[in-house]
């Protein structure tokens, strides 16, 4: 039977890189990420939605649950299934299915340091970015900690290097404790 593992935090607090680790270290794991999703049926406007009450049920998450349901029932399900996904229990149509949420709880400015690096967009570019981020998508990133965050089974610390967010991740998977919470 396949565990679903789920990781959830603001873009740039570092989900890529703990999935990719865990790809590594759990044996047979395949992985979705959220992003690489076209959901049709999901808000035009993120900053909206989140000043709407960022409501997951406005997102239809069929697509997301039919890749997790073609990859489980296949002929080689895999063992681990990391789900990068942003809503860790709060949506009824993924969450049954999670066997474990985790929140890597990156500080704001280290996340948003960490996006125009990894984007490495021109000095005009930085600029626009952190005035939306000021003016706008600020709202979206608090949200994650205010809701998604207490959601989790599990909370790291995102400016913890990597190899220990994997090992206290294992750790809870195969003792149910951690250093970290």
């Known amino acids: 039977m ?45 900053t909206k939605w989140v000043d709407d009450g960022a409501d997951p049920h406005a997102w239809d998450l069929s697509p997301l649950s ?53 984007d490495q967009r021109g000095q005009k570019r930085i600029v626009e970015e952190l005035a939306h981020y000021l003016s706008k998508s600020r709202r979206a990133y608090v949200y994650m900690e205010e809701q998604v965050m207490p959601t989790a089974d599990l909370v790291l610390d995102g400016t913890e290097d990597p190899a220990l967010l994997v090992s206290n991740v294992l750790r809870h998977l195969y003792y149910g404790s951690t250093l970290t919470k």
Do not use: C, N, W
């Not at 873009?11 to 794991?29: D, F, N, V, W």
């Not at 076209?38 to 808000?43: E, L, N, S, T």
């Not at 080689?76 to 996904?85: A, N, T, V």
């Open 2 to 46: 396949t565990k679903i593992i789920s990781i959830a935090t603001v873009s740039g607090g570092g989900k890529t890189t703990l999935t990719e680790r865990l790809m590594q270290a759990l044996p047979h794991s395949e992985a979705i990420h959220f992003d690489d999703i076209d959901f049709k049926h999901a808000p035009e406007d993120l």
């Open 66 to 118: 039919d890749q997790i349901e073609q990859l489980i029932a296949g002929d080689h399900p895999p063992s681990y299934l990391i789900l990068d996904y942003p809503f860790s229990y709060l949506h009824p149509d993924i969450s049954a299915r999670i066997d474990i949420s985790i929140y890597v709880h990156t500080p704001l400015d280290v996340a948003m340091a960490r996006r125009i690096i990894r």
